[in-house]
């Protein structure tokens, strides 16, 4: 059977102390060291993602809701998801995005339209925490991680209008 100093021995290798060198195969302390260098090295901001414009013409789009799919393959954090759209200064606009990770719809994401009233003639919407593009201010912080497949379907329409144009874009942290 063990003693106490051969248990205190075993805790001491496992844990370690906050000067052991940055390992993965090491202590606990090691491994958290070395996590610095696997987010500077592994984990990389993947460019945005943008898809060409739903509607760039000069007929009304009126209130009919169109939408565009952005999709990815591969592992990583989807960041934000927004809009940017030209157009009226006078109109108000619904949006929404709903997301679909490895094949799983994320439930009640983007089931409501968020509304805004634009103050000019172009704007960039970014999405809420439930998938509502309605905030002007500042970028969301989303964090939905994914391990192979990502797929986000933003919709859009205006209450009336004559041409103009919106473009869905991701933000996406990839490994």
Known sequence: MFGSEE???FIRRQVGVRTDAADPAGSLHAKIGNLKEVLQNYIKNYTIMQLSTISSNTSSWGSTEQSVTISYNGTGI???IYIQASGSSSWTS???ATVTIDGMALPA???VNGSVAWGASDVIL?????GKLNVIDSRANLAIPFRS???VTIYFSVSSGGGGSMVGKLEIYRY
């Open 7 to 9: 248990i205190l021995a």
């Open 78 to 80: 989807l960041q934000n």
């Open 94 to 96: 619904r949006c929404r």
């Open 109 to 111: 994401f983007g089931s």
């Open 126 to 130: 970014f999405a809420d925490s439930m």
């Open 149 to 151: 497949s990502l797929s």
